[in-house]
């Protein structure tokens, strides 16, 4: 016999919350307490952070589920600290040492090294990292004894700075990215490019997309204690908020309305308004009709293609089937 449909425990909330994340909790325990404090029927976060790093973890709720991968595409930001002298297995203090050097570069060798890791560039991912090997957990291969074979990665890292030489040990930088790149690995690389080995002994991430540091809210302020009530639902921002870094394309409502029925459209009708940090090679675009949001749209192979458009009862972003005889003039 069919199973009778469950009613999904909690209140159905939808929106983001901004929590500045304390080192020591991964971002699914943290996900697990908000769930648990907010009482919410769907919850989930967009960006992991390690459990030694502190700062943006953008939590989502409900619709803003949907919204994680725009999310996660989004420019990063993060200060790290670098303790020369000593590799670590993990590329983090939280590792067993594995090499030390004595060498401790100056500043003109680090900065010497520094364009090298700026641009597009290849990466090696930490062996303590979430990504699969043949189906399996690269950490859980690594704890296990088995030294995973990590395989290079397309990454982009649009600034890399040193900001401070706090003494010969540490150095702390300041780095924007991308989606999926690795400061353990950044610190491990530009360590020994500088002449040395080291690893991240402090790493903060102070944005995630259109998420700010200022606009987070420390997660010890939203757990409820027995002298605290749960928090306020009033907390969480709109579900668009996700999309607001997101280069904005002005459309006519009668271009919009092509574009909402599953249609294309030339950028050549369009090419007068494309937006200058917009990427004509499959970048995504905000389609505004004067202030109202509209949808997302890809720029891709000289056409404007309707990806997710917002749904009015619900604001929330919903696929866009292509129309069956496509127009593009």
């Not at 030489?165 to 780095?175: C, G, L, M, S, W």
Request: hydrophobic fraction near 40%; charge should be negative; charged fraction near 25%.
């Amino acid at each position: 016999m069919p199973r009778p449909n469950r009613k999904p425990k909690g209140r159905p909330l939808d929106g983001w919350l901004i929590v500045d994340k304390p080192s020591g909790i991964g971002s699914t325990d943290v996900v697990a307490k908000l769930k648990r404090a907010f009482n919410a029927q769907k919850v989930g976060h967009g960006g992991t952070l390690d459990p030694l790093a502190t700062g943006i973890l953008p939590i989502a709720f409900g619709a803003a589920t949907k919204m994680v991968p725009y999310v996660m595409d989004g420019t990063k930001t993060y200060r790290f600290t670098l303790k020369f002298g000593e590799a670590r297995d993990t590329d983090d203090a939280e590792g067993q040492v594995i090499e030390t050097s004595d060498a401790r570069p100056t500043d003109e060798q680090i900065r010497a090294a520094l364009p090298a890791f700026i641009g597009d560039i290849m990466q090696v991912p930490p062996i303590f990292s979430a990504l699969k090997i043949n189906g399996v957990r690269a950490y859980d291969l690594a704890r296990d004894g088995q030294i995973p074979e990590m395989a290079p990665r397309p990454a982009r890292v649009d600034k890399f700075e040193l900001e401070s030489r706090p003494d010969a040990d540490t150095a702390v930088f300041t780095v924007q990215s991308g989606k999926g790149v690795y400061m353990r690995s950044l610190a491990r690389d530009i360590a020994r490019a500088s002449g040395s080995v080291g690893h991240i002994a402090v790493l903060r991430r102070m944005r995630v997309g259109p998420f700010l540091e200022e606009a987070a809210i420390p997660l010890d302020k939203l757990l409820p204690t027995e002298d605290t009530p749960p928090p306020s639902p009033d907390l969480l921002l709109p579900v668009t908020t996700a999309l607001a870094d997101i280069p904005a394309l002005a459309l006519t409502e009668v271009e919009a309305a092509r574009l909402s029925f599953g249609q294309t459209m030339s950028l050549v009708e369009l090419m007068d308004r494309i937006p200058v940090d917009a990427d004509p090679e499959g970048g995504l675009a905000r389609a505004m009709a004067g202030e109202r949001l509209k949808g997302l749209v890809r720029l891709e192979a000289g056409l404007v293609k309707p990806e997710r458009w917002l749904s009015p009862g619900d604001n929330t972003l919903l696929p866009v089937q292509p129309a069956e005889a496509d127009e593009a003039n």
